[in-house]
């Protein structure tokens, strides 16, 4: 894989006594997650997988109450917009807004949540967006980052001042 520039370059590796060339390649999946250092690829894939899921569950399910809902989606659809996202973290309003879409058209598999406003049916459902899920995810590894409850030195990650307030 390429990184940095645009020029084509041939690898080769002695195997054996002969030389074999290695091919080139644009992105790797490793572990689900699609690394082109690029999160956009990703989020196009996960948004993909998501909504053939939810076509699934609309073709399956007649009607769907908020419960159902909730157990559906919790269990089949958000797991696809969130796996691995600490990896391919969206940061782009492209990317975020690409996620959003799908949880947007989830929550109008509840009947009489159809002709409701997003922000009505996430309250009726008791769901957040993905973009303040993914911000209460940072900001509790932070914490657990701060106060030493990862095994991770937190020195690595932030400077700290003495101020006189205790965590």
Not at 134 to 145: A, H, M, P, S, V
Request: charged residues 30%; positive net charge.
């Amino acid at each position: 894989m390429h990184i940095g520039h645009q020029i084509n370059t041939e690898y080769k590796m002695e195997d054996s006594w002969k030389t074999v060339q290695l091919m080139a390649i644009k992105e790797e999946k490793d572990l689900g997650i699609m690394d082109n250092l690029k999160p956009s690829l990703q989020c196009t894939k996960s948004s993909d997988k998501a909504m053939s899921v939810m076509r699934l569950i609309k073709r399956n399910f007649k009607s769907i109450d908020i419960e159902e809902f909730n157990l559906l989606y919790k269990a089949y659809i958000r797991l696809h917009l969130e796996y691995c996202i600490q990896v391919w973290s969206s940061y782009l309003r492209k990317d975020i807004e690409c996620l959003e879409r799908v949880q947007r058209r989830a929550t109008k598999l509840v009947g009489f949540l159809k002709k409701k406003p997003y922000a009505e049916r996430l309250k009726a459902s008791q769901l957040t967006t993905l973009e303040k899920r993914q911000l209460r995810g940072d900001l509790i590894e932070t914490y657990k980052i701060v106060t030493n409850k990862e095994n991770i030195d937190s020195a690595q990650f932030f400077d700290f001042t003495n101020t006189g307030h205790d965590l």
